[in-house]
């Protein structure tokens, strides 16, 4: 991973720290997590809440940019991998079902289904339900 990649990744948590505390800060309309001004400060409540407005959008500006570069640098320095598929294996088909009555009940004396066999099983004709050949 190159330098200039893992800086800005820094960069790019900073700014999204900073992004959330200043959203936070924001007084809501509802009055949620806002927190409110008093007039007797160095700014008046218009003035805190235009700074604050201008600061979420260039912190939002900046976020989406590093994005970009960050999406860029990370394409540019991946390397063309191949799959690894030595786990890839056959799925072992499905045992013919338990003969059940009308209500799903197991008939007494019916056979449970044998174990799975390795072997693919043959297909079905859906007709008649035998075997193709």
Not at 22 to 32: F, M, N, P, R, T
Not at 69 to 81: D, H, P
């Amino acid at each position: 991973m190159s330098s200039l990649f893992l800086f800005l990744t820094v960069v790019q948590a900073l700014v999204t720290i900073l992004l959330v505390v200043v959203i936070l800060l924001q007084k809501s309309e509802g009055g949620g997590l806002g927190v409110g001004g008093s007039q007797a400060g160095f700014m008046s409540a218009r003035g805190a809440a235009d700074f604050m407005t201008r600061l979420t959008q260039i912190l939002g500006g900046l976020f989406v940019l590093l994005s970009i570069v960050l999406a860029g640098l990370a394409v540019k320095n991946s390397t063309a991998q191949t799959v690894d598929d030595s786990l890839n294996r056959a799925v072992p088909t499905a045992a013919a079902p338990v003969p059940a009555d009308a209500l799903g009940k197991v008939t007494p004396g019916a056979v449970p289904p044998a174990a799975p066999s390795t072997a693919p099983a043959a297909p079905l004709d859906p007709l008649s339900g035998a075997a193709k050949k």
